[in-house]
């Protein structure tokens, strides 16, 4: 089974917020990555609009609408007053909740679910009443995925961030045990299995291999850097093409 590619545009948005200039296009290069054949795209806007920010939300949302009929659009985010509004002004395809702190650089531990079960069954609802498909970030553990399901989320997405930082065999070959074992578990419970998170061309083939079911991969550091190697069309060819199309 061939997962799908969403592209995140946050690498994007944080170059383009190094000056007070309009490049490079946060929707341009958006564009041009479905434009290549990717199914859709992530943003992860934060309080501080350190890279995405609010306008491009909404910018990204009108573009993939009016342009991108079948195409995915997914808002990552903590849960909070400020984020839900968001939520239900935008209605997006797809929201990934996570459990950062606003002050974190980026996302690098999924959700405590059953400490946070009263937030989650709340939130959760609140965006499927708005025709949102939820996925919950959590760590590569069975135990999450199961808990996951057991809160009302439609999807996981496991951090592979770990899995992303290994080198040694031995290790690397625990890290895909768990992250299989974790697809497994979701998939028994009926949940849909996305995966983000220091993913590149080089770590995506074993991944697959060993995790088939995985649904779609959010992908967004690496792949801006290959950008500046292969250029954007040639990137997402390479990107699809370990994923399996």
């Known amino acids: 089974m061939a997962a799908h590619l969403s592209v995140n545009l946050n690498a994007i948005a944080l170059l383009r917020n190094r000056r007070n ?29 350190r890279h995405i920010r609010m306008t ?18 997914n808002i990552e985010g903590y849960p909070d007053a400020r984020f839900m ?23 690098d531990h999924g959700w405590d679910v059953a400490g946070n079960e009263a937030l989650l069954r709340d939130v959760i609802t609140r965006a499927q009443q708005q025709g949102c498909r939820v996925s919950l970030f959590i760590d590569a553990l069975p135990e999450a ?21 290994l080198s040694d065999t031995a290790q690397l070959q625990a890290e895909l045990e768990r992250l299989a074992l974790t697809t497994e578990a979701a998939t028994a419970a009926q949940l849909g299995v996305n995966a983000g998170h220091d993913l590149t061309l080089e770590n995506l083939p074993a991944l697959m291999a060993k995790a088939p079911m995985i649904t779609e991969c959010s992908i967004g550091h690496c792949f801006t850097a290959d950008c500046l190697i292969y250029g954007v069309e040639e990137t997402v060819k390479r990107y699809l093409k370990q994923l399996g199309h």
């Not at 490079?24 to 934060?46: E, I, N």
């Not at 491009?56 to 659009?73: N, P, Q, W």
């Not at 509004?85 to 996302?107: C, G, H, K, N």
Request: proline residues 9%; glycine residues 10%; without cysteine.
């Open 21 to 49: 200039l309009p490049w490079p296009s946060v929707t341009g290069f958006g564009a041009m990555a479905l434009d290549a054949g990717a199914h859709g795209l992530t943003v992860h806007p934060r309080p501080d609009e």
């Open 85 to 107: 509004a968001l939520i239900e002004a935008v209605q997006p395809d797809q929201v990934t909740f996570v459990p950062d702190d606003p002050a974190q650089e980026t996302s």
């Open 145 to 165: 995925a199961k808990a996951a399901a057991g809160v009302g989320a439609d999807r996981i997405e496991i951090y592979t961030g770990p899995y992303g930082a």
């Open 56 to 73: 491009d939300v909404y910018e990204l949302a009108d573009m993939i609408s009016k342009d991108y009929t079948g195409r995915e659009f």
